[in-house]
Each structure stands twice: as C-alpha cells, then as structure tokens.
C-alpha cells in the first residue's frame, strides 16, 4: 500500500510543478516468438529423421542475443559476421559454449515478423535447411528484437563437445 501511496504523490507533485515522468520504455517480450522458432526447428529435424531431443541452451542463447542486437543496431549487418568481425563461433564460445556451432539470420524490414515468415526465409536456403535439418545440432539458442522499422531474428544451433 505505501508504494501505491509514494507512486501517487510523485504523479501528484509532478503534475503540480510540471516535471515530466517519462513513461516506463515498452520492451516486447518475444519468448513466445523464440520458442516457436526452436519448436519449428525440431519439427523440421524429426522431418528429416532425427531421433534426438532439441534443448534450448542459454549459452547459445546469450550468443544469439548479442548477435541480434549487434544487426539491430547496425544496418550494414545482414548475415552471420558481427559488427567486431565475429563469427557464431567466437560468440558462442566466449558465451561459454563448447561445441560445434551454426546459425540462422532472419531480417525482416518491419515492427514485427512471423513464425513463417521466418521460416520462409529459412527453408527455402539450402544453407540454411541444412543447418536447420542436421541431427547432430542438438542445442539451440533463439533470439529477437525489434525496432520500429525492423526485426531480427537468430537462431544458434549446437553440437555439444
């Protein structure tokens, strides 16, 4: 009850002297999105005949967040080097990752994207189907942010050490 009280009194008092509170930053949480993408990719592995589990990693996870900020921020990205010259290799292994490491980059010129928009920029790469569709990429990390006017989306794909 007294934070509800103290949160009042700095409308009130801010109201009355004109300061400006700023508005908490909207940040959209795109779990969903994400976990849709792993699921979307373990369907393709069984497609392809695997027999294995697919488990979201948090390594590779963290690997694919600094890679998304990285293309968010930096238009002249568009692919799977970083604005530092980094590779999913090297970002994978300083998130801690030790394996064998791949990825996926989608980029859509808008708000938001789809899971198939996704994977329609995916499936249809034979680079990518491979990636997508080998068996011994039993790790994944998903992650995506927004922008105004873009979205990015990556996908890093590991076989454990």
């Given at each position: 009850m007294t934070s509800k009280r103290s949160v009042a009194l700095v409308v009130v008092t801010s109201a009355l002297?004109?300061?400006v509170v700023p508005a908490p930053a909207a940040h959209a949480d795109n779990r969903r999105l994400n976990n849709s993408v792993a699921a979307?990719?373990?369907t393709i592995q069984r497609q392809a005949g695997c027999t294995t589990?697919?488990?979201v990693n948090p390594q590779l996870q963290l690997a694919a967040q600094w890679h998304t900020n990285d293309v968010l921020n930096n238009r002249s990205?568009?692919?799977d080097l970083g604005s530092d010259g980094s590779t999913v290799a090297i970002r994978a292994a300083n998130a801690g990752y030790q394996g064998n490491v791949a990825?996926?980059?989608a980029i859509n010129p808008?708000?938001?994207i789809s899971g198939i928009e996704i994977l329609n920029q995916w499936y249809y790469r034979s680079d990518y189907m491979a990636i997508m569709s080998n068996c011994a990429?039993?790790?994944i990390g998903v992650w995506s942010e927004n922008s105004l006017d873009r979205t990015?989306?990556?996908a890093v794909y590991g076989e454990p050490a």
């Open positions: 002297l004109g300061w979307n990719v373990y589990d697919l488990t990205l568009d692919g990825e996926t980059v808008a708000l938001a990429f039993t790790n990015v989306v990556v």
